[in-house]
């Protein structure tokens, strides 16, 4: 299965300011899949980012606060931007790999103070 | 839309004792069904998955079934280990042709004391 590399692994950011998360798989997938867990609670889906188009995002997130990158089939990034406490939570890329399964990244803890 | 109904914890144990985290569905078509575990401090290892009707998904020790009569697909465990400690997410797939995100239950915490 795909090997992902995310990082930051955590950061302690200002309100006001952005914090980019870099994702790199070891393979080319088509589709990569950003994700919040807030916390104490599940995950939810960002948005779905294609190489070549423009993300998908889903109920209730906006590119203006969360834009994405995806530069090329290997390599994706989020930013979180003015950020605010209520931001704060653990982000989460993530591919498919194979036919059935998702393999995700190991998450970046953002603390917003 | 689709969803994931997830027994909500958390759920206590002691070592060796058997395990049931409830798991129910509500989702158009034949969904994929997965289970995620999060060690603490660590991001999400695919536990195990079933793809169809009665398949049976297996990992170290862990199994779930996919019941489609029922649209359950409960994880269990026949003798827990404290390091089994950790929260357990049910989630569906649709996959190729529908969605192809995860949907996720709200998650189980786990704690096997020794």
């Known amino acids: 299965s795909a090997v992902i590399s995310q990082k930051p692994s955590r950061d302690i950011c200002q309100r006001g300011t952005s914090l980019t998360i870099q994702c790199q798989v070891d393979?080319?997938?088509?589709?990569m899949f950003w994700y919040r867990q807030q916390p104490g609670q599940s995950l939810t889906l960002i948005a779905t980012a294609n190489q070549g188009s423009e993300a998908t995002y889903e109920s209730g997130f906006v590119i203006d606060k969360f834009p994405i990158s995806r530069p090329n089939l290997t390599f994706s990034t989020l930013t979180v931007s003015n950020m605010s406490p209520e931001d704060s939570s653990i982000y989460l890329c993530?591919?498919?790999?194979?036919?059935?399964?998702?393999?995700f990244g190991s998450g970046t803890r953002l603390t917003v103070v | 839309g689709d969803s994931v109904t997830q027994m909500e914890g958390p759920v206590t144990l002691s070592e060796e004792a058997f395990l049931t985290i409830n798991c129910t569905y509500t989702a158009t078509g034949y969904p994929s069904l997965f289970w995620y575990v999060q060690y603490p401090g660590e991001g999400l290892q695919l536990l195990l998955k079933?793809?169809?009707?009665?398949d049976k998904g297996s990992n170290k020790g862990f199994e779930a079934t996919y019941r489609k009569e029922t649209t359950s697909f409960h994880l269990e465990k026949g003798s827990v280990q404290v390091s089994d400690s950790a929260v357990y997410f049910c989630a569906l797939s649709r996959g190729q042709g529908g969605s192809e995100k995860l949907v996720f239950g709200k998650g189980t915490k786990l704690t096997v004391n020794p």
């Open positions: 079933a793809t169809k009707a009665d």
């Open positions: 993530s591919v498919r790999t194979g036919a059935v399964g998702y393999t």
């Open positions: 393979s080319q997938v088509t589709m």
